[in-house]
C-alpha cells in the first residue's frame, strides 16, 4: 500500500529503515550490536552523571572558598586597622616621625 501525501512525514521510512525494521534487525549480528550499543549509552549516561555530580561538588566548594577568602580578607583588613590604631605603635610612628 502506498501512503498519500497528507500522512505524517514521520511515519514514511525510508528504504534503509525499512530494510533495517525487517531484515537486518534479525540477524544474530544486529541484535548483538543493538545490545552493545545499549550498554555503551548506559555506561556513557552513568559517565556523564558521575561528572555532572562532581561538578555541582565542585562549583559548591568553589563557592565556599570563595566565601572563606572574603571572611579571611575582611578579618584581616580589621585585624590590621586594630593594629595600627594600637597606641603604643601610634608612639612608635610618631616618634620615627621626628627623628
Known sequence: STMNSTSDASATLTAAEAWEATIASDTPHYRDALAAAERDATATQRSVSHILT??????????????????????????????????????????????
Not at 565542585?58 to 572563606?68: E, I, Q, T
Not at 584581616?76 to 616618634?95: I, N, T, Y
Open 54 to 99: 562532581l561538578a555541582r561538588a565542585s562549583l559548591k566548594a568553589a563557592d565556599a572558598a570563595a566565601a572563606a577568602r572574603r571572611e579571611l580578607s575582611e578579618a584581616l583588613a580589621m585585624a590590621g586597622g586594630e593594629a595600627f590604631a594600637h597606641p603604643d605603635l601610634k608612639r612608635s610612628v610618631a616618634a620615627q616621625q621626628e627623628s
